[in-house]
């Protein structure tokens, strides 16, 4: 059995200590060394890492929406072998790419060099990352946008510094390897910024890998991530601002606000996908059942979707949205007697006890029908709260709850499809029913 033992980051930090020069000559270029940990994992794990983090910017830097890849070339006939150390070597590829932000009308593109280098007299590995500015602009602070490091270049690199084995029986290793942050700073003094603080997550995504580690949610399983982040993105320049500012509820306006936007932006974007697959320029129509403060009801109207929110109890901002074309009603819903066979979508956002009724209304309204609903407050069919009788809870109060909509669900002759939202809730489980087992027959003996 081999294993690899995890060492603890304990980096150091040169850029604190201006009197600590930690600089040296690599491939005919100065280059400071701004931090440098000792590490566990290995050279592949690495790399899987940087290949990530080139294709999905996003998670280094926030800011950004997207990349977009303009080349990629591979030196097929490199040599990482050469007779002295300072002497200049190819990148083993080269990757020209542009950083697109989410902020297009405030933050600027920017492209960049990305070049893969080994270093075999070194025993190194690196990525060297190298804005390049346009319109022949000159390297400067003022000239680079805000969420990328004040710097010429930047690079991380991983040193295989030998391994060694225990002589247990167990035959344990320990890379004792390094990884590094260097940079080519700027004519003027280089000032660390939060930027460049990626050395700690750089640490624990390399560990993570080695160690096998898979995310337990998965997004973007039922609408792709650029469609979905470009709607986002459109919907939230186009409403948060003035729902922020103008929100008359007692609750916080940012949760809500934004919430309510992604959700709207994920509904959008999979009603977009369903128009193509069924070559239609007709909008979908909704009912927002248990809708609440009507912001989603407000924001789907906005957008030329037509429908209707309804909630037992008006809230305050209601006048607003009215005002402004949404369709909100007060009034009782006795989920055991309506249907909606005109409606192609029923949504259930946090709808409390209308949420494992909804499947059941949909089957009823007509066989075209299709719902969405995000489970949120434990509640059965009975309108009491939900008690999870005569079951093992093995994955938490949360997964047992969504097991019993996914049952009610499946009975009422839906096949499930799941999402996981992008909002700030831990409650972001998304169930949708499309698509049926069999249209013929009603599969809803269970209530008698």
């Not at 991983?158 to 290793?173: F, M, V």
């Not at 320029?281 to 809708?291: A, K, R």
């Not at 006795?334 to 949504?347: A, F, G, K, M, V």
């Not at 994955?395 to 799941?418: L, N, P, V, W």
């Amino acid at each position: 059995m081999t294993d690899t033992v995890s060492t603890k980051f304990e980096p150091k930090y040169y850029f604190a200590n201006e009197e600590e020069n930690r600089s040296r000559l690599w491939n005919d270029k100065s280059w400071c060394t701004i931090a440098e940990a000792n590490v566990s994992f290995n050279l592949e794990a690495f790399w899987k890492v940087v290949e990530r983090w080139t294709n999905e910017v996003h998670l280094v830097i926030p800011p950004i929406e997207r990349v977009e890849i303009i080349n990629d070339i591979e030196n097929k006939t490199y040599d990482s072998t050469h007779d002295e150390c300072l002497a200049r070597i190819d990148p083993i590829r080269s990757i020209n790419r542009k950083l697109i932000p989410k902020r297009k009308n405030k933050d600027d593109e920017l492209e960049e060099l990305v070049e893969y280098y080994i270093d075999e007299n070194l025993n190194e590995s690196r990525v060297v990352y190298t804005p390049i500015l346009a319109n022949s602009k000159e390297l400067l602070h003022e000239n680079i946008p805000f969420y990328y490091p004040k710097v010429t270049s930047f690079s991380y690199v991983y040193k295989e510094c030998g391994q060694r084995t225990s002589s247990n029986d167990d035959s344990e290793i320990d890379y004792q390897s390094q990884i590094f942050i260097e940079i080519i700073p700027l004519l003027q003094s280089f000032e660390i910024t939060d930027k460049m603080q990626l050395f700690k997550k750089l640490y624990k995504w390399c560990q993570n890998t080695s160690m096998g580690y898979e995310k337990r949610i998965h997004h973007d399983l039922l609408v792709p991530k650029e469609l979905y982040k470009k709607t986002y993105q459109r919907l939230k320049n186009k409403y948060a601002t003035d729902l922020v500012r103008n929100w008359t509820e007692k609750t916080d306006p940012i949760k809500f606000v934004f919430e309510d936007i992604a959700i709207a932006s994920w509904l959008i974007s999979i009603w977009e996908l369903e128009r193509v697959e069924q070559k239609s320029s007709i909008l979908q129509s909704f009912i927002d059942l248990g809708c609440g403060n009507g912001l989603l009801t407000f924001i789907l109207s906005s957008e030329g979707y037509i429908g209707f929110g309804i909630d037992s109890r008006k809230r305050k901002i209601w006048d607003v949205f009215i005002e402004k074309g949404a369709k909100l009603i007060e009034g009782t819903i006795q989920p055991n007697l309506i249907t909606y066979p005109s409606i192609d979508w029923i949504i259930g956002n946090h709808a409390d006890e209308l949420v494992p009724w909804i499947p059941i209304i949909s089957s009823k309204s007509s066989s075209s029908t299709k719902f969405m609903v995000i489970p949120c407050c434990f509640y059965s069919l009975s309108g009491s709260k939900y008690t999870f009788p005569n079951k093992t809870i093995t994955s938490g109060r949360y997964k047992a709850y969504q097991e019993y909509i996914e049952d009610i669900i499946k009975k009422c002759g839906f096949i499930t499809e799941i999402d996981w939202l992008r909002i700030p809730s831990t409650k972001n489980v998304v169930l949708v029913g499309r698509k049926r087992v069999d249209n013929s027959k009603s599969k809803l003996k269970f209530l008698r």
